[in-house]
Nanobody, 127 residues
Framework: QVQLVESGGGLVQAGSSLRLSCTAS????????VGWFRRAPGQEREFVAT????????LYANSVKGRFTVSRDKDKNTVYLQMNSLNPEDTAVYYC????????????????????WGPGTQVTVSS
């Protein structure tokens, strides 16, 4: 079992930045690909970004490409989502999720492919 906890959310103004963290309870997190998803009020959950288990590959939703950056720190069992140039459309609960993969596994944007989920952290961007 892997437990994930997100942190770093908050209320910010448009144009601001936030860095979300996703910390795992076990060292085996290094064998997991990690995805970030979000759910805005009244909307379906959507893919935001994902990073491979070794951090060598990343993939972003078109809506955040060029503004968000996903990275990971193996020693801290933590994956980060740096969010710049935030706008009100980014307001949502952000979730991190992970799945154990092999080194050559392709990146996956489907939420159903992820096994472990954090409880989420609220990000609110005011105009």
């Amino acid at each position: 079992q892997v437990q994930l906890v997100e942190s770093g959310g908050g209320l910010v103004q448009a144009g601001s930045s936030l860095r979300l963290s996703c910390t795992a309870s076990r060292r085996m997190f290094s064998e997991h690909a990690v995805g970030w998803f979000r759910r805005a009020p009244g909307q379906e959950r959507e893919f935001v970004a994902t990073i491979s288990r070794n951090g060598g590959s990343t993939l972003y939703a078109n809506s955040v490409k060029g503004r968000f950056t996903v990275s990971r720190d193996k020693d801290k069992n933590t994956v980060y989502l740096q969010m710049n140039s935030l706008n009100p459309e980014d307001t949502a609960v952000y979730y991190c999720a992970s799945r154990r993969t092999v080194l050559t596994a392709p990146l996956d944007v489907q939420a159903e492919s992820y096994v472990y989920w954090g409880p989420g952290t609220q990000v609110t961007v005011s105009s």
